[in-house]
């Protein structure tokens, strides 16, 4: 008999750099399209970044939790952190922060560009 997966979480790390348009596919194909969601996700805001991102950051709790809803899945939808930094550390320094708070011992980790497939 095969064992249920266990909680997992998911990390994201978005920066000054990134289009809203891909950090909103990112997020969505790696939650509400997944057959096995993370239990809750971590996204880490490296430093300031363009105002129609952080509304996204900002709405992005409120947006997975509709989605879920839509989708008849909302007992599935997962716990959502926005880690805001002031400054732009890099990458390794934005997932070390954010891994940090990460509550599960698995962590998934995805760039704010990749589409993920269902499986």
Same mark, same amino acid.
Do not use: K, W
């Given at each position: 008999?095969?064992?249920?997966?266990?909680?997992?979480?998911?990390?994201?790390?978005?920066?000054?750099?990134?289009?809203?348009?891909?950090?909103?596919?990112?997020?969505?194909?790696?939650?509400? %399209?997944?057959?096995?969601?993370?239990?809750?996700?971590?996204?880490?805001?490296? %430093?300031?970044?363009?105002?129609?991102?952080? %509304?996204?950051?900002?709405?992005?709790?409120?947006?997975?939790?509709?989605?879920? #809803?839509?989708?008849?899945?909302? %007992?599935?939808?997962?716990? #959502?952190? #926005?880690?805001?930094?002031?400054?732009?550390?890099?990458?390794?320094?934005?997932?070390?922060?954010?891994?940090?708070?990460?509550?599960?011992?698995? #962590?998934?980790?995805?760039?704010?560009?990749?589409?993920?497939?269902?499986?």
């Amino acid at each position: 008999m095969a064992s249920a997966t266990p909680p997992f979480s998911l990390l994201m790390a978005g920066y000054r750099g990134d289009r809203v348009e891909y950090l909103r596919r990112a997020l969505l194909s790696n939650t509400v %399209g997944q057959t096995r969601p993370p239990a809750e996700v971590v996204i880490v805001r490296d %430093g300031a970044v363009a105002d129609d991102v952080q %509304g996204f950051l900002d709405d992005a709790p409120a947006l997975l939790r509709a989605r879920f #809803v839509a989708a008849d899945r909302a %007992g599935e939808a997962p716990e #959502v952190t #926005v880690l805001e930094l002031d400054r732009n550390g890099g990458l390794a320094h934005a997932l070390n922060r954010g891994i940090a708070v990460c509550r599960y011992e698995a #962590v998934a980790r995805a760039d704010s560009d990749d589409v993920a497939l269902p499986q």
